[in-house]
């Protein structure tokens, strides 16, 4: 790839990037079958990724009629790489296995090893024959909805799709790599304003977010509610607290230490909790959850917001569920996308149905969501929240940040892109909308 990546950063069009022969191998981050048991018997907490995530050369897959080889010059870390890379709840090459059943193209996934990573920005470098909207030259940012447009269950909302996967996790060939195979239908332009790095930390995370507030597939948010937002400065929180502010709501932020507090203070947040300082128990042990604890919660929140909130923006799953359903609004909504704590919930029903609220399950976007909340990262009305940046060959590294819950916003990794700052076509943009908002948890985390 290093004749790409030449070509690319010389600001090669899209014919010479076509006419250089593509390799039979690329570099990648993967995770090994043969290493699924590795970490048998050992806490959830002490699996180590730098131990299991492996960088190295892998095959280039044949390409389908309806995909694009992607050059990707940034990528970025996600929770579901750290799931991967720790195989938990489950490895990840069982879901590899069954769309390998699944045709003979879905046959090239199941392999001996998992390339990870569900985010990215390149350039595309060849397209399959039945692509349309995508050539070699164009710069893109890549979503992670992986769907069988064949299937009639994905042409409602693509996320219903009975084999709607995410790119990365559920399939192979994932986005921290020198190369990555996608589907056509996951390409959005990639914001013109911003570097690599930047461009290629938003996709999952923000397209989450939007599908989980602001879609009428998620809780729908309008002007004046007051969003409870946990884990406010992390990956999906950032862009909640955006996504809020925008929309004109009110967040209130829930962080774990001063300086994150400071962050969402600079984000414009004036309703902060620190969990930490609160020092919260929701749970009296292991079996047995304290209301009191979730009621004086619901005062903090009160007493900040002047309100209960209308919408709860859920995720750390078993440790907060409880409280979260407790202090949601009557008749509000309560959305969650994940269980980062345990996703064997516990939650008194009282509470749920004599105030009449709703628990609304919501899991990454569509194409539609996503290219609308690209289109926000494009315009300049949401930043990118990367804090630190890392080389592809430290993915071990960052992704044992993220695990440890040690980063603030994303952390994006270099793959082609040889140094932090390139790839900004559009510095009038970037001035116009500013540097300083850009680059906020940039500067935080350095
Ligand atoms: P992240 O960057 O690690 O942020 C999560 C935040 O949650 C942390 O910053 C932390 O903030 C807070 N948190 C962690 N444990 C907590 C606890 N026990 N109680 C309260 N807060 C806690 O991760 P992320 O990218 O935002 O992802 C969060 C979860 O969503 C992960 O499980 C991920 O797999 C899932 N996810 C799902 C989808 C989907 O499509 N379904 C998409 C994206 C992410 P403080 O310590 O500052 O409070």
């Known amino acids: ?261 400071e962050l969402l203070a600079d984000m414009g947040v004036e309703a902060i909790i620190d969990r930490k300082a609160a020092n919260y128990r929701f749970w009296k042990d292991e079996h047995t959850q304290d209301e009191s604890e979730w009621r004086r919660l619901g005062k903090d929140i009160r007493a900040l917001a002047g309100d209960d909130p209308d919408i709860v923006f859920e995720h750390p799953g078993r440790q907060t569920m409880g409280a979260s359903v407790f202090v949601c609004k009557r008749g509000g909504v309560i959305v969650t996308c994940a269980a980062t704590s345990g996703y064997m919930i516990e939650y008194d029903n009282r509470h749920l149905w004599m105030r009449l609220k709703t628990i609304k399950g919501s899991h990454f976007a569509n194409y539609r969501e996503a290219w609308d909340a690209n289109q926000l990262i494009y315009d300049g009305k949401v930043q990118p929240p990367l804090s630190a940046v890392y080389p592809l060959t430290e993915v071990g590294e960052a992704t044992y940040q993220v695990h440890h819950n040690l980063h603030e916003g994303k952390i994006g990794v270099l793959c082609l892109a040889p140094e932090e700052g390139l790839g900004i076509d559009d510095p009038e943009k970037r001035a116009a909308i500013g540097e300083d908002r850009i680059t906020a948890f940039r500067r935080h985390g350095a």
Request: hydrophobic residues 40%.
């Open 1 to 261: 790839m290093q004749a790409f990546r030449e070509a690319i950063l010389a600001g090669a069009g899209g014919e010479e990037l076509a006419a250089l022969p593509l390799p039979s191998s690329y570099r990648a981050a993967y995770v090994s079958r043969d290493d699924a048991a590795m970490f048998e018997g050992v806490e959830s907490n002490d699996k180590d990724p730098r131990k299991s995530l492996h960088v190295g050369d892998v095959a280039v897959p044949e390409l389908a009629p309806d995909e694009a080889y992607v050059a990707v010059m940034a990528g970025a870390i996600n929770f579901n790489t750290v799931w991967t890379s720790i195989f938990e709840p489950l490895p990840t090459f069982g879901f590899l296995d069954r769309l390998g059943k699944e045709s003979s193209w879905g046959a090239r996934h199941a392999l001996p090893y998992h390339v990870v990573g569900s985010d990215a920005s390149g350039v595309v470098i060849r397209t399959g024959s039945a692509v349309r909207n995508w050539k070699p030259g164009d710069k893109v940012t890549i979503h992670c909805n992986y769907v069988d447009d064949q299937d009639p269950s994905a042409h409602d909302d693509s996320m219903l799709g009975a084999n709607q996967r995410i790119w990365g996790f559920e399939t192979n060939f994932g986005g921290l790599a020198d190369l990555t195979v996608v589907k056509a239908n996951q390409l959005m332009p990639k914001p013109t304003h911003l570097t690599w790095e930047e461009a290629a930390v938003n996709a999952l995370c923000n397209s989450t977010a939007y599908r989980m507030l602001v879609s009428r597939n998620g809780a729908a948010m309008q002007q004046g509610h007051k969003v409870l937002i946990w884990g406010a400065t992390g990956g999906i929180g950032s862009y909640a607290v955006q996504h809020v502010l925008n929309g004109g709501g009110t967040p209130i932020g829930v962080v774990s230490s001063p300086a994150k507090a």
